[in-house]
């Protein structure tokens, strides 16, 4: 081969290797042209419910990936996305509890209002008391998801073992003396147990107890807390904690944990609880629930309902809209009830729980008649900025009365 013949052949070969990358560059540029990454919607939350929720919802929408980030409690949960809000970086949707904490966000500017993004004929389902815990001025601020009552649940073996029994009518205060009776009589025979308790929320229950602590503590009708608040203000938890000595003191974090293992008789808690307790408790005895006791004047129960929401932060109008759609989608039937059956809340749409989907499902039997009585009943409390002082100020009363009792223990 002569020099001319090799330079061609290197020419005609540089040719080609040039047309070869071309086609390749063009053929990768196409194939990214037409494969973009979806528009991705953050979504904070402590209820492990959501994720799955939204791996149902991209199934089902194409054009838009939720990313689920999961926080091991409501607490945790609050703490960061309030931390997030300040610095500006919060995500697009965030759970948020019905205890408190909607009217701060409310307050620095940076949620999106909610009351006329959502369907007249959805926000007429939702349940008056659930749905005021996410309200100020009668606009929603957060859209509700699930809710929960205080319930009783009790150890039913231990209680028949020992021929006591919790149904029909029952006042608070008849409440204190059975479980005083059976704690004694326990004692004597096989061994201590607590007869009454309650977990760590026991400031929403002085609230069912005592309906008049909300005027008491002063709402946001008048200007918010002032003064604190006095064993009288409380006289039946004071009754429980100091008269009938029923509690263990500055125990409630582990008093669910104790009642599932049989060291309880009656455990205060709430109704999302249910499915995790028969879980925990297998085969160790018969779990009983009921609704509340009546109060002394024969009033019936009074429920300061707890619950989750989904609040929507700011941002462009198309970022909004993406969110807004996964919103919509978790008031869906179908939604409601699969969320409900994953995470123990009952549906804040009163149509969704009152469905035939929900009465058959066997996680939900014991629980749905209070759920359908209670919801209804619920106390209509709107949000204020007032919530969170309020909660601390009965979580210093209880933590006080319960301090008074060990220093007066022998």
Known sequence: ?????????????????????????????????????????????????????????????????????????????????????SAGTPPDLAEIGADFGIASFVERGHIAELTDRLPERLRDDFLPGIA??????????????????????????????????????????????????????????????????????????LLAMHPGLLDRAGEAHTGGPEGPLKPQDAPLWMSAVRTHALIPPLTHQRAAGQFVQGQGAVLLSFSDKYMSYMKLIAERFELGVRELPYTE??????????GTGLMLFKSDPEQENRALSFLRYAAEPASSVALSLESGYAPARRSVLAGTELQQASAFRAVLPLLLRGGEQGHVRPASPYDQALWQRLL??????????LMESP
């Not at 020992?162 to 009776?181: C, H, I, P, V």
């Not at 004047?297 to 707890?306: C, L, T």
């Not at 210093?396 to 009792?405: C, T, Y």
């Open 132 to 205: 005021s815990r996410f309200q100020m001025e009668s606009q929603y601020w957060a859209m509700p998801v699930g809710f929960s009552l205080p319930v009783l649940y009790y150890n039913q073996s231990l209680l028949s073992s020992n021929r006591f029994a919790l149904g029909g009518e029952l006042t608070w205060e008849e409440l204190w003396t059975k479980s005083r009776q059976l704690m004694d009589k326990v004692h004597q025979t096989s061994g201590s147990i607590w007869g009454f308790h309650t977990d760590a929320r026991t400031p929403a229950y």
């Open 1 to 85: 081969m002569n020099r001319r013949q090799a330079m061609l052949l290197s020419l005609i070969a540089l040719v080609g290797l040039s047309a070869y990358w071309v086609r390749l560059s063009t053929q990768n540029f196409y194939l990214v042209r037409q494969s973009p990454s979806r528009p991705t919607v953050e979504l904070w939350a402590s209820t492990s419910a959501f994720y799955t929720l939204a791996e149902q919802f991209q199934r089902e929408h194409a054009d838009v990936s939720v990313k689920v980030r999961l926080f091991a409690n409501p607490d945790v949960l609050l703490h960061e996305l309030s931390a997030a809000d």
């Open 396 to 405: 210093e009363l209880q933590e006080g009365m319960e301090i008074g009792q």
């Open 297 to 306: 004047d024969g009033r019936q129960p009074a429920y300061s309902p707890g």
